[in-house]
């Protein structure tokens, strides 16, 4: 697949493909909440189900492997870890602000294996 990359203040695009392409992928549909897009209100990752009082981690987790199942170039999921920042002391450690939600992935895509952190 390819898609676009737009970087500095130019707004000049630079054409991607492979990997790159993948993570980004993953990367936005992280950073659009679910129903946001007023073209496509199936696209996004369902925030509120998360950032909410009490959270549990299980079902969070169980969300984030739903929504990166979705992608065409992910082939299997080696990890995900949903870590709540909640306290000041994990707010410093994970130098993040509280009531935030932290993901990590290791994914394995048609590329190979991919990480983030989101």
């Known amino acids: 697949m390819n898609s676009f990359l737009i970087q500095g203040a130019d707004l000049k695009p630079i054409r991607i493909s492979g990997p790159d392409c993948t993570k980004q992928r993953i990367e936005n549909r992280f950073r659009l909440w679910k129903g946001e897009w007023e073209f496509d209100k199936s696209i996004g990752f369902p925030w509120s189900n998360v950032l909410r009082k009490n959270p549990s981690k299980k079902d969070a987790e169980a969300l984030v492997r739903s929504e990166l ?22 707010a410093k450690q994970y130098n993040s602000q509280l009531r935030t939600a932290l993901i990590r992935y290791v994914v394995q895509s048609t590329y190979g294996k991919l990480m983030g952190e989101l």
């Not at 979705?70 to 002391?89: G, M, N, Y």
Request: negative net charge.
């Open 69 to 90: 199942k979705k992608d065409p170039e992910i082939v299997s999921i080696e990890l995900v870890e949903v870590i709540f920042i909640d306290t000041e002391e994990k």
